[in-house]
């Protein structure tokens, strides 16, 4: 790495801790399982998934700073009942931790929305019991981890799904996005004979991702062709599957 791009590296670091979040949703109901809630969108993202409509929150800086969330969120008190802290990723701010115990200490309850490369923060925020929900993405299994997420973490993102199965302090929901380029009805099914076998007791939540002609998608994908066939699926799936 040149100077020049290492220099421009500690500087995007930087800004990321200084002003983290890229952007606030006030009002959600539904987000939080049975809360009304708000959104943190914290800029960056650990992953490069083709299919994400997000672009602008995985590749771009935040603009507001913590404070600036916590002065949303003192308004908000008594008026929302939980905060959603979601992005990009939002386990790569390395405040992160810090900022739900001060979200906790306003009275809110936390959800965090994760994609698991981070399992070292989740258990930190179980441990400081600083989550109240979590909503974990199970991108695709291990075999195909890399071409839908451009990374080879597979290992550390099964590190957090275990740690979430082996604790029932905190109710979790776990997700799968798939875009007919990228997985197919095998892999749907593997991940949920992976979550049955790591003793996953809830449901899958299959969401089939859409193309929307006036949202850019982090890489250039075709468009989608095919549904997955939900009844091949719900005949042979050991778990629950929620496709939407
Ligand atoms: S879809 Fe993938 S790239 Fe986009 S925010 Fe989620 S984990 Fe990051």
Not at 144 to 165: H, I, N, W, Y
Request: net charge positive; glycine share 6%.
């Amino acid at each position: 790495m040149t100077a020049l791009a290492d220099r421009a590296g500690t500087e995007r670091r930087r800004a990321r801790v200084a002003a983290p979040f890229h952007a606030i949703t006030p009002f959600t109901l539904l987000d939080f399982p049975g809360r009304s809630a708000c959104i943190l969108w914290v800029a960056g993202c650990n992953m490069r998934c083709g299919y994400c409509h997000n672009p602008e929150i995985v590749l771009g800086k935040g603009t507001l700073t913590g404070e600036d969330a916590l002065a949303f969120l003192r308004r908000r008190q008594r008026l929302l009942e939980g905060v959603v802290l979601s992005g990009g990723e939002a386990t790569t701010w390395p405040e992160l931790v810090t900022f739900a115990a001060q979200v906790k200490a306003l009275g809110f309850a936390v959800k965090l929305d994760t994609n698991g490369l981070r399992p070292d923060v989740v258990a930190r925020l179980l441990d400081h019991r600083q989550i109240d929900y979590v909503a974990l993405d199970y991108k695709a299994p291990s075999a195909s981890f890399e071409k839908v997420t451009g990374t080879r973490a597979f290992v550390r993102f099964a590190r957090t799904l275990d740690l979430l199965c082996g604790q029932d302090q905190v109710p979790f929901e776990v997700r799968t996005t798939v875009h007919d380029a990228l997985l197919n009805e095998d892999e749907v099914l593997a991940i949920a004979n992976d979550l049955a076998r790591r003793g996953y007791r809830g449901t899958l939540a299959v969401q089939q991702a859409v193309a929307d002609p006036d949202r850019p998608l982090l890489a250039p994908l075709p468009p989608v062709r095919r549904k997955l066939d939900t009844a091949w699926l719900a005949s042979r799936s050991p778990i629950g599957l929620d496709i939407r």
